[in-house]
């Protein structure tokens, strides 16, 4: 804890030496943060991508209830805080799991800050979910072993409410690992049956209070987009493996001779050279079954991590071990490869009563020593880019210009590289760098651009647009309404006038943009999405009066269904957004005709015209639009309301209600007995 408590110091107003930290957690908080802060879920980002699903990305993390802090705190300092605390919260883990394994307390806290200090724990101090997922593996394990020894009522809500912070806490690939090996792990006790039943009930129960966070999930992954990585993320070559034995071995992430695949850049093995050297010496001196247990699964998922690179794996497509993501696997090893360790010395120690006390403190000394030293090696503080003054200033200034428009980014490939002994902290000391997706949403400035792991399908066609079409033409980025663009170029005017230049980039407001609602009176079908968008590429398209929409298989129309309910059409006059899945348009109309939204197309949204629900057609092949009928004044309005959170939420309640429900019978029962 002192020892956290120095880097806990170290680390007020900096941030991790990394992009992920800058670029994606720390804004994604944020959203939360704001969101709760004015009273609403986060279901929606309206920053980044033109809008994309916030809750159902696994990025969000909003329902965990330790990030709640942040909606009292802010981000700041906090943000790094809470990431030591869950390396902190790692540590006891662990070391209750050892405990309850009858191993000394030595051996019991060497073996705890071998997980909590190893290399993957703190390189994912830089992306909360990683750490809060990975710091309740071990949890999860005390807790079952603890019902397994004396089942009770209590303890299998315990095991349950460990498990549900697990999947809360945001990363769903590491509670899948963990889950597999809890099951397997489970079975090879051979617990009498009323015990199993109260083990799968467990589980099932868990999963029906986490509803809220893994079916809007998983609804997220029927539509979605799963961006393929450039270099599948597992260990694709021997020097990856070289993590084991030298948590820098593959260089610094970020500089230029880092030699690793960017994609495992969070996912180091080590875990110390003396637990590693006894790892090792297990496989000859194992005895138990308890031991050989953790052994065969650390070395199977050593292996899994080398995934269709490995002979062994070729049964399996490549797609699914895409999706498995076996580097994900990285944290129960180090469960697995550490519980075997202590195991095994235990035995050797014991086994060896001769053994003097200067040899023990020789190798518990130098094994402190050895992983004190792993965040020096592999985590950098840098001050936090977002208290900067200088550049809040700056993006206090675009804010006020740019108000509530879309502003587009464009980046030169050597500012989109991040390479050179310096490059992360260069990268983000300049205004230019902070004002992408996602970092923009920080400043509340929306963005036509994202990184996200899961896209909404088709908003990786804007992003190739943006890619492929320049220098600017045609007319997609009018329509999402890309009213400013900062470019390191020159643009043609009158379309695009010059408002300033920082650095190296200059600000063009680009005068064709489109309104985030509008009314429009023609419409054009074709055949499908992509005749839509190639269309657009080409400039002098009539869509100021035209919305542009596609038919499906059958013929009919691409749409969203129209809302089951009616809705109070009384609403303010004009265009009002009160939050990211809220918007409202207030209109006369001539004759019939379509109002456009250039939000996100995507299920979940639902539009009421007069408090009539009507279906949303995809305009554009990105946006959407809703018909209406007749002309005169009318009322529109926008929500998104997923059916998979309302069944999520739904779910939640009443499993937490009925536990609650059983919990409370019971409990006045055993105290009279």
């Not at 703190?122 to 004396?150: D, H, M």
């Not at 999706?323 to 490869?337: N, R, V």
């Not at 300049?430 to 963005?447: H, T, Y």
């Not at 009928?629 to 529109?636: N, V």
Request: overall charge positive; hydrophobic content about 45%.
């Amino acid at each position: 804890m002192a020892y956290l408590l120095i880097w806990a110091i170290l680390w007020k107003a900096h941030l991790p030496y990394h992009v992920d930290a800058c670029g994606y957690a720390y804004p994604d908080h944020e959203i939360n943060a704001e969101a709760f802060h004015h009273g609403y879920v986060p279901l929606w980002n309206s920053r980044v991508s033109c809008g994309t699903p916030q809750s159902a990305s696994w990025q969000s993390a909003c329902f965990y209830p330790p990030f709640f802090i942040f909606n009292l705190t802010g981000l700041n300092d906090w943000f790094m805080w809470v990431a030591l605390a869950h390396t902190a919260v790692a540590f006891f883990g662990f070391y209750a799991w050892l405990r309850s394994q009858k191993i000394v307390p030595l051996w019991s806290e060497l073996g705890a800050l071998s997980f909590a200090g190893s290399g993957h724990l703190i390189s994912c101090w830089n992306n909360l979910p990683f750490i809060a997922t990975a710091a309740w593996i071990p949890w999860v394990f005390w807790a079952a072993q603890k019902a397994l020894e004396k089942p009770s009522l209590n303890r299998w809500i315990l095991l349950g409410i460990i498990l549900s912070l697990q999947i809360l806490a945001g990363y769903p690939f590491f509670t899948f690992y963990t889950i597999i090996l809890l099951v397997l792990w489970f079975e090879c006790k051979k617990p009498p049956s009323f015990t199993r039943l109260a083990f799968w009930l467990t589980l099932s129960v868990s999963a029906c209070a986490t509803a809220i966070q893994w079916i809007p999930f998983l609804d997220f992954l029927s539509y979605g987009y799963l961006e393929p990585w450039k270099n599948f993320p597992y260990f694709d070559n021997l020097r990856e493996y070289g993590t084991l034995i030298k948590p820098d071995f593959l260089g610094f992430f970020g500089s230029s001779d880092y030699r690793g695949t960017y994609a495992n850049a969070n996912f180091n093995l080590y875990f110390g050279l003396i637990p590693l050297g006894l790892c090792i010496a297990s496989l000859f001196f194992t005895q138990r079954a308890q031991s050989l247990f953790w052994v065969l699964s650390a070395g199977v998922l050593l292996i899994w991590m080398a995934g269709r690179h490995l002979f062994v794996w070729n049964f399996i497509p490549d797609a699914m071990i895409q999706f498995l993501e076996p580097s994900k696997s990285t944290g129960i090893f180090l469960f697995c490869a550490i519980t075997a360790v202590v195991l095994t010395i235990q035995h050797l120690f014991q086994k060896n009563k001769k053994i003097k006390l200067l040899w023990i403190g020789f190798i518990a000394f130098f094994w402190l020593l050895d992983i004190f030293r792993v965040p020096f090696l592999l985590s950098y503080p840098m001050p936090n880019p977002f208290q900067n003054p200088e550049i809040q200033k700056k993006s206090e200034q675009m804010k006020i210009r740019l108000g509530d428009s879309r502003m587009l980014t464009v980046r030169t490939a050597g500012d989109a590289e991040f390479s050179g002994p310096n490059a992360f902290q260069d990268s983000f000391e300049s205004p230019i760098r902070l004002l992408v997706a996602n970092s923009n949403s920080v400043w509340g400035i929306r963005s036509a651009d994202s990184y996200l792991t899961l896209h909404v399908d088709g908003a990786m066609n804007l992003k190739w647009y943006e890619l492929t079409q320049w220098p600017y033409s045609g007319d997609l980025l009018d329509i999402a309404g890309v009213r400013f663009i900062l470019a390191p170029q020159g643009l043609p005017s009158p379309k695009f006038k010059r408002l300033d230049q920082w650095e190296n980039h200059f600000l063009f407001q680009n005068t064709r943009a489109s309104e985030d609602m509008r009314f429009v009176s023609e419409n054009r079908e074709w055949d499908n999405r992509p005749a839509v968008l190639n269309q657009l590429t080409l400039p002098k398209n009539p869509w100021e009066k035209t919305v542009y929409l596609e038919k499906d298989k059958n013929g009919g129309l691409v749409h969203l269904p129209p809302a089951g309910r009616w809705l109070n059409p009384l609403m303010p006059s004009g265009y009002q957004r009160p939050s990211a899945s809220r918007a409202s348009f207030s209109f006369h109309c001539s004759q019939a005709g379509y109002v456009v939204f250039n939000e996100t197309y995507a299920p979940g949204w639902r539009a009421w015209v007069d408090g009539r629900p009507v279906p949303i057609l995809r305009a554009y092949g990105l946006f959407m639009a809703a018909p209406i009928s007749d002309k005169g004044d009318h009322q529109l309005a926008y929500r998104y309301e997923p059916a998979s959170f309302r069944l999520g939420l739904f779910i939640s309640l009443v499993s937490l209600g009925l536990v609650g429900f059983f919990w409370g019978v019971r409990r006045p029962t055993s105290q009279l007995s």
